[in-house]
């Protein structure tokens, strides 16, 4: 599925373990590692794996939860407006919404997590600290989340059923968010290498939120183009041959013919999708150099495209794009980047997020 038309975005920032847009872009660019040991399970100890905690948040759960401070500093950076009312939608995307206060609930027998457990009850919550009206939608689809909620915000402006829409997405690690990832045995001891060429795979996990606000005919950054394919072939893996991949660039194939291009991966550090989605990158767009940020930041999960796609613009408007943070070579294709570079030659980024199941998401961002 490809989007009707181009959208701009009137703006965008986010919040990671590293501080705001402009902060993170920085410190991506000195190379800094926001992950660290730390117990998996919180409080109740266990393995140390590699997390990355928004500044001054707990890792336990807490009820309220401890996160709403953060999202609502990110709102301070937004543009006012009468957010969920009928011309200006939101669309809110997570792949965990408040699931830790279920599973405190569970452990400490506190009601008072209910409140925060579900996606409705989460978001409505969320909505209502906010200030926003009732015109709220809710998308969640693991690590393509928030590329889903550009689309629908895009479709909605394409249609004029609206004048401006926000796309605000957030993902808060919790001991039962990483105890999941742990069991799979993919979040171990070891500590991300995003498209490295070595034996064992690992990924960090790390707090995102993000918003971009999207428009007809305002804002520096356009979304030219945007794709999303879902292969259907597994709980968690992709098909082998890596047609999912290749399917979703397609359209961005021919959106970018004759553009100068750069690439900003997935790039978790698992072996197989970490092989297979550069190989489709490098396939489709030869000689672009390819970066992945997750081994800094680790993977905030759900709203990795938005918060992905604020640090892009800030490559953008600097010049200069951080490498892949936290690996080395060799890497699985010789267009892994793994320093920061000059963007000045390039005129616009192919931005992709894979998912669980071969869910996969990618758009064009040009500089109007």
Request: proline share 5%; with cysteine; net charge neutral.
């Amino acid at each position: 599925m490809s989007s009707p038309s181009a959208v701009r975005l009137e703006a965008t920032g986010c919040i990671t373990a590293l501080g705001d847009s402009a902060t993170t872009h920085a410190a991506l660019l000195r190379n800094e590692v926001a992950l660290r040991a730390l117990p998996v399970l919180g409080a109740d100890g266990g393995e140390t794996v590699p997390l990355a905690l928004a500044p001054g948040r707990g890792f336990d759960e807490t009820a309220p939860p401890n996160w709403l401070p953060v999202l609502r500093a990110l709102v301070a950076t937004m543009p006012a407006d009468d957010w969920g009312s009928a011309r200006r939608p939101v669309f809110v995307t997570s792949s965990n919404f408040g699931v830790g206060s279920l599973y405190a609930y569970r452990r400490h027998g506190d009601a008072a997590h209910l409140a925060y457990g579900t996606p409705h009850a989460c978001v409505e919550w969320v909505g209502r600290s906010l200030g926003w009206g009732g015109n709220v939608t809710t998308v969640s689809h693991a690590c393509v989340s928030a590329h889903l909620g550009l689309l629908l915000a895009t479709r909605v402006i394409d249609a004029g059923l609206a004048d401006r829409a926000l796309v605000f997405s957030f993902d808060f690690i919790s001991p039962f968010v990483t105890g999941g990832f742990h069991a799979l045995k993919i979040l171990n001891a070891g500590f991300p290498a995003p498209y490295a060429d070595r034996p064992t795979g690992s990924i960090g996990l790390g707090d995102g939120a993000a918003f971009a606000v999207l428009t007809r005919d305002r804002g520096d950054f356009a979304l030219a183009a945007q794709s999303i394919y879902n292969e259907m072939h597994h709980f968690t893996a992709n098909r082998a041959d890596g047609a999912g991949f290749a399917a979703c660039l397609a359209p961005l194939r021919t959106a970018a013919a004759g553009r100068r291009l750069w690439l900003k991966g997935h790039g978790t550090g698992t072996i197989e999708a970490g092989r297979l989605e550069s190989a489709a990158l490098a396939e489709a767009f030869p000689g672009a150099p390819l970066v992945g940020w997750k081994g800094s930041l680790g993977h905030t999960l759900g709203s990795c495209g938005l918060v992905e796609l604020a640090l892009a613009c800030e490559s953008i408007r600097g010049g200069r794009a951080p490498g892949t943070v936290g690996s080395v070579g060799p890497g699985f294709v010789p267009s892994v980047a793994h320093e920061s570079f000059s963007i000045a030659g390039t005129d616009a980024v192919v931005c992709a997020s894979n998912a669980f199941g071969g869910a996969h998401g990618a758009f064009l961002l040009t500089h109007v």
